[in-house]
């Protein structure tokens, strides 16, 4: 017997999210119905709901696309994941457009991302289409003892930077600065730390500093106490000490803030790559002829392709990325205090919501 099936629903912009009864959800042909382990709070989910940024499907919605579970029922074609542990991708692409058949899923004008443009995660079931889901080991899974909720992350919070050091190319002794340590900016210095690259973290909280100094990262710096001016003297500084480049560094912006974005961007030097991680509505002000001078060049990422899920979890399995000291998990029921509380910035790491089954 399959238990209750609800949803939580944003009906208008700051309101308390409600909870909905579902008449039982079943799955198309090409579809997946799966109980959801857990589903993280992600800084957009926030947009939407204080900041009134947009949502494609019109409200009310279920927000989250940071999910994972198992799947319970599945259509006719999709016959292969029944009872699979999985994760679902944040940008679900529709895998036989122009654009995904030449590898450039996240770009898929028919693509669907669960808490945008079809009902979330913020529930105790989903049914999404079956094409990109990332089956999970559980026997693997159950020997690291991480839990399939803590996995939700994966998608967005690990792979979304995980697809950004692909695409810059981190390699081993590049030196990579990640501003912004919180959330994906903690994943992003474990995951270039990982490629072999040398991390200089970036922030303005010590407490996030701290979390990720013994994490990925081999130096952090405090941007508060610095001008952007002293802030690239130390760093390189570090480099020299440490036998690394003063050009081609890599930056990751992951804070979505302007003070970052004004950061990350006056660290460009020759042969720079600044991926563009975080999102914010601010605009700011740059001298955008500096990537010609320097011969730089920046980049931004929207999501991960399905394709590249598996490498994101393998790293995580094999704990090279690590996932547990940075989620704190809480009963779905609880997702109003939780948003104010993330909101507020008075959570420590990333908050994942937990259904009762
Ligand atoms: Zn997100
Ligand atoms: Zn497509």
Redesign the pocket.
């Known amino acids: 017997m399959r238990g209750e099936q609800v949803r939580w629903m944003m009906t208008a912009r700051g309101e308390p999210l409600v909870q909905v009864k579902l008449d039982t959800l079943s799955p198309g042909p090409d579809e997946v119905l799966i109980e959801i382990a857990g589903c993280g709070v992600c800084h957009s989910d926030l947009g939407y709901y204080y900041d009134g940024i947009r949502t494609m499907h019109g409200l009310p919605l279920t927000l989250g696309h940071e999910i994972s579970g198992h799947v319970i029922e599945t259509g006719g074609n999709a016959l292969w994941w029944v009872d699979r542990a999985v994760v679902v991708p944040a940008v679900i ?9 030449r590898g450039k ?1 996240t770009i ?4 669907k991302m669960p808490g945008n443009d079809i009902h979330g995660g913020f529930a105790t079931h989903i049914v999404v289409p079956a094409h990109g889901l990332c089956a999970v080991d559980e026997r693997r899974l159950a020997a690291t003892g991480i839990d399939l909720a803590d996995l939700s992350v994966i998608a967005d919070a690990v792979t979304t930077p995980y697809q950004a050091a692909v695409q810059a190319g981190v390699t081993a002794g590049d030196l990579v600065v990640v501003n912004g340590v919180g959330g994906v900016g903690g994943y992003a210095a474990q995951i270039a730390s990982a490629f072999g690259g040398v991390v200089v973290a970036v922030d303005v909280n010590d407490d996030k500093l701290a979390a990720v100094a013994g994490q990925g990262a081999a130096l952090t710096l405090n941007a508060k106490e610095k001008t952007p001016r002293d802030l690239k003297a130390a760093i390189a500084a570090f480099a020299k000490e440490r036998g690394l480049r003063q050009s081609e560094w890599i930056i990751f912006e992951c804070s979505g803030t302007r003070a970052g974005q004004e950061t990350a961007f006056s660290l460009i030097n020759h042969g720079a790559t600044l991926a563009v991680v975080g999102f914010t509505m601010d605009k700011i002000e740059i001298r955008l002829s500096n990537l010609m001078a320097f011969h730089a060049r920046a980049v931004g990422n929207w999501g991960c392709p399905p394709e590249l899920y598996p490498q994101a979890l393998e790293l995580v399995l094999d704990g090279r990325v690590k996932v547990t000291p940075f989620v704190e998990k809480h009963p779905l029921s609880e997702i109003n205090r939780i948003f104010a509380a993330a909101h507020a910035g008075a959570l420590k790491g990333r908050a994942v919501l937990v259904p009762t089954h």
């Open positions: 692409p529709c895998g036989h457009c122009d654009a995904c058949r899923a898929c004008p028919h693509q």
